[in-house]
């Protein structure tokens, strides 16, 4: 069985930095995507970044670029998102999703419970 557990989520102000972790168990494939996606209050889950290990290639969406950072450890089964200036509009529900195959959707498979991200103003 799949799982995928998200950590490292809280209350940040405006400006910060926080780094969520996903850890994965139960998945064999060696051709994977893993990401993070988003879900503000109100609004729709969205794609923030993606990792395919077919050929190391990331994806950030524009709302985040320049300033997440997707990232693996192989030796520890876990992603991270690395986020830097944090912005109010940040804040969201944050879900680690994966499957086989290359790039990141919305159909992915396999998804974490979510954890909250807060900024500050």
């Known amino acids: 069985e799949v799982q995928l557990v998200e950590s490292g989520g809280g209350l940040v102000q405006a400006g910060g930095s926080l780094r969520l972790s996903c850890a994965a168990s139960?998945?064999?494939?060696?051709?994977?995507?893993i990401g993070w996606f988003r879900q503000a209050p109100g609004k729709e889950r969205v794609g923030v970044s993606c990792?395919?290990?077919?050929?190391?290639?990331?994806y950030n969406a524009d709302s985040v670029k320049g300033r997440f950072t997707i990232s693996s450890d192989n030796a520890k089964n876990t992603v991270y998102l690395q986020m830097n200036s944090l912005r109010p509009e940040d804040t969201a529900v944050y879900y680690c999703?994966?499957?086989?195959?290359?790039?990141?959707?919305?159909?992915?498979?396999?998804w974490g419970k979510g954890i909250l991200v807060t900024v500050s103003s």
């Open positions: 139960g998945f064999t494939s060696d051709d994977y995507a």
């Open positions: 999703a994966a499957d086989t195959g290359w790039g990141c959707t919305d159909g992915m498979n396999y």
């Open positions: 990792f395919s290990s077919s050929d190391g290639s990331t």
